[in-house]
């Protein structure tokens, strides 16, 4: 498979096209805006104007769209992936979006003998660059066979989870754990600054004790403690508090679906909006920190 349909050329996508080129493929992009197809079409990719053109004339299509809504526009709507996907076609949808979706949207494409994927990726901007993300796919064993070169091209890790929609839980299921530690390391190091304690040396504690979390080993809140953290450069993202709280959000309403609880994860959800409410959504998620400020002497406890 050496042609490639690739629609929605964004922050994540123009990377990706970038390394799918670098690997020898050739692409088809496609975005709604054209300013993001002109800058595919600097890199090298061919400009399409249609999703459903994308996928007629390429041998496999990527998808890397903002939400579940997007997705099924982009696949079921007028001009749409499966009005010009001849049966057969894989696509390979690689956006974060709830996993009911990715269901929805494999059902339409099986009725039309299309195969679907789900692949949604780790590492944000930094590795997709690198082409080394971690790309999580549900669906049929075989499809990710075919896949497989292309996703390699993308990312350096590649996990099969098990049938449509599970890529998307694998996701969900991470970032919740990724938003709700970030919460927890960020109200031990507010309370611990309240006390006197040097987060150097509470680092050194909890690198060596159960409190150690990724999150505090790469993406420290507290400035200056890890060089390459995004709080050692003003919150830059990294991965931005807005899209923390959108997989928050899509992991919240999933346990709503399924009746399960999720106490933790709701909590960290409702912090994450207010950070974005407060101007930092474009901000890495780490910046929860700076709103997590004790309050002032004079209040009563
Ligand atoms: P983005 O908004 O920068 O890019 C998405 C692109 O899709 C845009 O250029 C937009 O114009 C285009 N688009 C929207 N609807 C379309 C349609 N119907 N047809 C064609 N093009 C359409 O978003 P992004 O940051 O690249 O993220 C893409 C996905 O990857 C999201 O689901 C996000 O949650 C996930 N993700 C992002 C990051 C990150 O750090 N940015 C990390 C991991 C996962």
Redesign the pocket.
């Given at each position: 498979m050496k042609r490639v349909g690739f629609?929605?050329?964004?922050?994540?996508?123009?990377p990706m096209v970038t390394n799918l080129l670098k690997a020898g493929f050739s692409v088809l992009a496609?975005?709604?805006?054209p300013e993001?197809l002109d800058e595919a079409g600097r890199r090298g990719a061919a400009v399409v104007g249609s999703?459903a053109e994308a996928a007629q004339d390429s041998e496999i299509v990527v998808?890397?769209?903002?939400?579940s809504s997007?997705?099924e526009?982009?696949y079921c709507?007028p001009a749409?992936v499966l009005s010009g996907a001849p049966a057969g076609r894989l696509c390979v949808d690689?956006?974060?979006?709830d996993p009911g979706t990715s269901r929805l949207v494999a059902d339409r494409a099986k009725a039309q003998g299309v195969r679907f994927l789900d692949a949604?990726?780790?590492?944000?901007?930094p590795r997709?660059v690198e082409g080394t993300?971690t790309i999580m796919v549900g669906g049929n064993e075989r499809d990710l066979e075919e896949a497989r070169p292309v996703l390699s091209a993308l990312g350096s890790t590649i996990i099969h989870v098990g049938p449509v929609g599970s890529g998307e839980v694998a996701?969900l299921c991470n970032n919740l754990i990724a938003g709700v530690a970030m919460v927890a390391v960020s109200e031990a190091f507010r309370l611990a600054e309240r006390f006197g304690v040097d987060p150097k040396v509470l680092t050194q504690v909890i690198q060596k004790s159960s409190g150690q979390t990724w999150v505090m080993e790469h993406n420290h809140p507290v400035p200056g403690m890890v060089a390459t953290a995004a709080s050692s450069r003003d919150y830059a993202?990294?991965?931005?508090t807005d899209?923390m709280a959108?997989?928050l959000g899509l992991a919240v309403m999933a346990g709503r679906e399924e009746r399960v609880p999720l106490f933790a994860a709701s909590a960290a959800l409702q912090l994450y909006r207010l950070a974005s409410a407060q101007g930092l959504g474009r901000k890495d998620f780490s910046s929860v920190y700076t709103l997590l400020k004790a309050s002032a002497e004079s209040a009563p406890v």
């Open positions: 629609i929605g050329v964004g922050t994540m996508g123009t496609y975005d709604v805006r993001a999703a998808t890397m769209l903002p939400s997007d997705v526009a982009c709507g749409g690689m956006s974060t979006i949604p990726v780790s590492g944000a901007v997709a993300l996701k993202a990294g991965f931005m899209l959108k997989d």
